[in-house]
């Protein structure tokens, strides 16, 4: 029983500085490829212009330009208040009288 102990705590010792080694590579690398992200991401303002000038990405931002509306803006107050929006039918929905079973 103790003639393998020796050899087990020098193996165990092994695989702790293999380990440690690992560890330490692999903190080192992330340390690296943050340093070279943060290095490369380019000032917000660095142009001297605005971020972002169109609106290509951003469908909500797109619709508000839309160049060809389908209606004019309402004049008056009550214009606005008695208007459909153009998802809305100018009839209302009326079902058949009667049933499918009778």
């Known amino acids: 029983m103790v003639a393998g102990g020796g050899a087990y705590y020098f ?5 702790r500085a293999d380990r440690q080694a690992k560890l330490e ?10 340093a070279l ?7 917000p303002s660095s142009n001297g212009g605005p971020a972002r ?12 330009n839309d160049p060809a509306a389908t209606r004019h803006a309402p004049a008056t107050e009550s214009q606005r208040v ?21």
């Open 53 to 64: 000038t169109d609106n290509v990405g951003s469908p909500s931002q797109e619709a508000s």
């Open 82 to 102: 008695t208007e459909k929006s153009k998802y809305e039918s100018d009839t209302p929905y009326r079902t058949r009288k009667g049933d499918r079973f009778s």
């Open 11 to 15: 193996a165990k010792q092994q695989i």
């Open 37 to 43: 992200e943060f290095e490369a991401a380019p000032a």
């Open 25 to 34: 590579a692999h903190r080192q690398k992330i340390a690296a490829n943050k």
